[in-house]
């Protein structure tokens, strides 16, 4: 208990500190820690209480925690004190050696972190002389920081970043995001954007994308402040395309293809942004390629360049050709055809397995099997020269959605096999999901078994890596093996999420494949009038989005529509039968 100097009980104190503390343990314990170390309490003789120096009234109580705190620290000898100071520029946690280079100091502050531990301001973690050491409370190193005169502060943020600079090989996770973090403390936005577009790369290289939104955002508003030179404007187009594919990982298509459109324009290149300019653009670059492709036609193609080299023109429409191969094919075929050209006069082999392969799918959905054959085999020889997994994947998977067009199953099953694995071993997980669907689908059509754990496959992975679209493509796999076992509540309810996840996407591939294997499973379960109404659905958005010849999406939904036409043909024959006529014919 509190006493007076003469030992009776003090309880004006401790209604005085309650009163101060308003409620806040911390705030409390700040207020007897900082009476103790000014002398204004002490222990008693015995141990087991507090006495007062003096009349309780007249005890300075600090307003607010900050004046607290700063109280204590103002009554530490000048070597803590600046300890502490330059501690508070760190961070929460900081290390001994980092903190002895920071005060250019010839042997570790050991004397001043006993006496910052002593007064509770600090905290040791673990044992050692090397043991780092944590503030005892977030507004304690907060308090400390703010109280710094600016350029005191600064000079210590460009000192940290100076260190950590010098140690980064031997530096732990997350060195890159701290630099940059002290960089732009300092006022030195130069080396702060170079190192917040590296810690972005970090972040990607770990799947990590949203934190890779926050660095490479950051790193576009210092960008962005600064001089409109050339420079500055290739440096703002390439974050604009790196965050494309951050936000595209995520499942933000919308967005992607927002930020890929700028990074474009800055580079000089724009897209139509309306549906007729779409279409005008699209009717120009497709008879440009009917006269280069043309039989008996020669295409120079120059030598392919290093990917150090690449075209980041190429490298946008790359993407945003993913994107819009989920959102809208009109467009997507645009980009393959602008990928394509581009790639033949000055593109790495990556850019032209994409814009040969890519467009070998879009023609085999349209029929124009001769030329998908041959754009498809350009593609994989092309990634079978590159010596680059990833690319070597691409090929197999165009070629593989060929041969499965084709009727070649043995052969696209191996295909699309040897990609899936490709992709999983480079770490391209979105890539993997898609090839690893289109096996699942051939696998099934050739009897195999290993289809059936892919949905399985696809919701661990996609849950590991944080890839929006690997677990987007495990509900439609996993419907169409629940419909293969009967369970056809099981395939209805995973079917139903498939299409509801990827309309919110929105990615009208996987949402016309879900629609598809819903009217057939629907059909399967006998429930005529239910399928009509899926497979109605699947149609009108295959028409309305030109979703055509991609994960068979037509022939399943027109395959569809001609189990459900028969099943009216029992029930009202005439128009019916003519139904049905029409959507075998189409399936076949």
Same mark, same amino acid.
């Given at each position: 208990g ?19 503390a ?6 409390l ?29 007249e ?14 620290v ?12 330059a ?15 920071v ?9 001043a972190?006993r ?26 190193q ?35 995001a ?8 300092a #006022?030195?936005l130069?080396s ?14 770990v ?19 600064g ?5 500055d ?5 390439g974050l ?9 990982r ?13 990074a474009?324009a800055?580079h000089?290149?724009?897209?139509p942004?309306?549906p ?16 280069r492709?043309a ?7 120059? #030598?392919a360049?290093g ?30 055809l602008?990928?394509?050209r ?7 082999e ?10 070998s799918?879009l023609?085999?959905g ?10 498809s ?9 590159s ?18 067009h ?5 052969d ?9 694995a ?9 890539y993997?999901?898609?090839?690893l ?8 059509q050739v ?10 496959r696809l ?6 890596t944080r ?8 509900d ?19 079917l139903?999420?498939?299409? #509801? ?31 009509i ?17 991609t ?15 028969r099943?009216?043909a029992d029930?009202?024959s ?15």
């Amino acid at each position: 208990g509190l006493q007076r100097p003469d030992g009776a009980a003090a309880p004006a104190l401790g209604e005085a500190l309650d009163r101060r503390a308003a409620g806040n343990p911390f705030y409390l314990r700040e207020l007897v820690l900082a009476l103790r170390s000014s002398g204004s309490i002490t222990r008693g003789a015995d141990g087991a209480g507090w006495r007062l120096a003096g009349d309780a009234e007249e005890l300075p109580l600090s307003e607010g925690v900050e004046g607290v705190v700063l109280a204590r620290v103002d009554r530490l000898p000048d070597a803590a004190r600046g300890v502490l100071k330059a501690a508070s520029v760190i961070g929460r946690v900081f290390g001994v050696a980092l903190l002895q280079r920071v005060l250019d100091l010839d042997d570790p502050p050991t004397d001043a972190l006993r006496l910052l531990v002593e007064a509770r301001l600090v905290e040791q973690r673990g044992e050692g002389p090397e043991a780092d050491h944590v503030f005892a409370h977030p507004l304690i190193q907060l308090s400390v920081y703010t109280n710094l005169l600016a350029e005191q502060r600064a000079q210590l943020h460009r000192r940290v970043a100076a260190v950590i600079e010098a140690q980064r090989q031997r530096a732990a996770d997350g060195v890159h995001a701290a630099l940059a973090y002290h960089y732009a403390a300092a #006022a030195d936005l130069g080396s702060a954007l170079r190192w917040l577009e590296q810690a972005g790369d970090d972040a990607v290289a770990v799947a990590a994308d949203s934190e890779a939104l926050d660095q490479y955002r950051q790193a576009l508003r210092i960008a962005e402040a600064g001089p409109a030179s050339r420079v500055d404007r290739d440096r703002i187009a390439g974050l604009q395309a790196r965050l494309g594919p951050a936000l595209f990982r995520l499942g933000r298509n919308d967005e992607a293809a927002d930020r890929l459109a700028r990074a474009m324009a800055l580079h000089g290149a724009r897209l139509p942004s309306t549906p007729a300019g779409t279409a005008l653009a699209l009717a120009l670059a497709a008879v440009r390629f009917v006269i280069r492709e043309a039989p008996g036609r020669s295409r120079p193609v120059r #030598a392919a360049r290093g990917n150090r080299d690449r075209d980041p023109v190429c490298a946008i429409l790359e993407t945003r050709g993913w994107i819009d191969y989920f959102r809208d094919l009109r467009a997507f075929a645009l980009d393959l055809l602008l990928l394509s050209r581009l790639a033949a006069h000055h593109g790495t082999e990556q850019d032209r397995v994409i814009g040969d392969g890519g467009l070998s799918m879009l023609l085999d959905g349209l029929g124009w099997m001769g030329l998908a054959d041959r754009l498809s085999d350009r593609a994989l020889q092309a990634g079978r020269r590159s010596g680059q997994p990833i690319v070597d994947g691409f090929a197999r998977m165009f070629r593989a959605h060929y041969l499965h067009h084709a009727g070649r199953l043995e052969d696209g099953e191996r295909e699309a096999r040897e990609g899936a694995a490709l992709f999983l071993d480079a770490g391209a997980i979105r890539y993997w999901a898609l090839t690893l669907g289109l096996h699942a689908l051939i696998d099934r059509q050739v009897g195999g078994r290993a289809w059936l754990e892919s949905g399985e496959r696809l919701r661990v992975v996609g849950l590991e890596t944080r890839d929006a679209h690997a677990t987007l493509v495990a509900d439609p796999v996993d419907g169409i093996a629940a419909a293969h076992r009967g369970a056809h509540e099981e395939a209805a309810r995973c079917l139903e999420c498939a299409v #509801a996840d990827a309309a919110a996407v929105p990615d009208h591939v996987i949402e016309v494949l879900a629609l598809g294997h819903r009217a057939e499973s629907a059909a399967e379960a006998d429930r005529v009038d239910e399928a009509i109404a899926w497979s109605t659905r699947g149609l009108r958005l295959a028409r309305e989005r030109w979703v055509l010849g991609t994960w068979p999406t037509r022939l399943r939904v027109a395959a569809a529509s001609a189990e459900l036409a028969r099943f009216e043909a029992d029930r009202r024959s005439g128009t019916a039968r003519a139904r049905a006529r029409e959507a075998v014919d189409a399936a076949l």
